[in-house]
Antibody
Framework: QVHLQESGPGLVKPSGTLSLTCAVS?????????WTWVRQPPGKRLEWIGE???????NYNPSLEGRVTISVDTSKNQFSLKLNSVTAADTAVYYC??????????WGQGTLVTVSS | EIVLTQSPATLSLSPGERATLSCRAS??????LAWYQHKPGQAPRLLIY???DRASGIPARFSGSGSGTHFTLTISSLEPEDFAVYYC????????FGQGTKVEVK
């Protein structure tokens, strides 16, 4: 059974770079699935950030394009998120998940990232 | 961007009662709509995909219906563990989610 676990700093300074990793266990990342990042700011709805295929193909939410980079490391069976020039508006719980074309399953438990000086 | 609007925002019910949650899309999403259950501190859990297909391990009291722009998630008889927030999700040009419906104990 595939399990996903997010990790990374819980506090990032304004104008800095948010960096998170999603470790995939119980199965290979090199499958026909895409892998995705989602976030939920406090009191707001879930927002899709972007997705990656194990060959490195990516798609991003247009509202974040230009600040976001998603990469994959198949040797470590993980994928990563970098978000530049962060502000308080980027404070959120960040989730990673596996895509199946029309839904996500499973999701990671999520990690809270706070942007503050 | 397709906007998903869920209603009601909060549903106050007692265990054993029926819950009916609505999700409306600003444009047709065909039957490509999923529902998730989310509890604090936990990973969101897939319940329903493609509008009406129950995910593996999901109890039969959860059912989904609808197509086009109007979808419904029904919980036939609420169990104590069903009190949570429920989200709908779709993908057109990119993925979007509804704002959620909180099912709380009355």
């Amino acid at each position: 059974q595939v399990h996903l676990q997010e990790s990374g700093p819980g506090l990032v300074k304004p104008s800095g770079t948010l960096s998170l990793t999603c470790a995939v266990s119980g199965g290979s990342i090199s499958t026909s699935n895409w892998w995705t990042w989602v976030r939920q700011p406090p009191g707001k709805r879930l927002e899709w950030i972007g997705e990656i295929f194990h060959k490195g193909n990516t798609n991003y939410n247009p509202s974040l394009e230009g600040r976001v980079t998603i990469s994959v490391d198949t040797s470590k069976n993980q994928f990563s998120l970098k978000l530049n020039s962060v502000t308080a508006a980027d404070t959120a719980v960040y989730y990673c998940a596996r895509e199946w074309g029309t839904f996500f399953d499973p999701w990671g438990q999520g990690t809270l990232v706070t942007v503050s000086s | 961007e397709i906007v998903l609007t869920q209603s009601p925002a909060t549903l106050s019910l007692s265990p054993g009662e029926r819950a009916t949650l609505s999700c409306r899309a600003s444009q047709s999403v065909s039957s490509h709509l999923a529902w998730y259950q989310h509890k604090p501190g936990q990973a969101p859990r897939l319940l329903i995909y493609d509008a009406s297909d129950r995910a593996s391990g999901i109890p039969a009291r959860f059912s989904g219906s609808g197509s086009g722009t109007h979808f419904t998630l029904t919980i036939s008889s609420l169990e104590p563990e069903d009190f949570a927030v429920y989200y709908c999700q779709q993908r057109s040009s990119w993925w979007t989610f509804g704002q959620g419906t909180k099912v709380e104990v009355k």
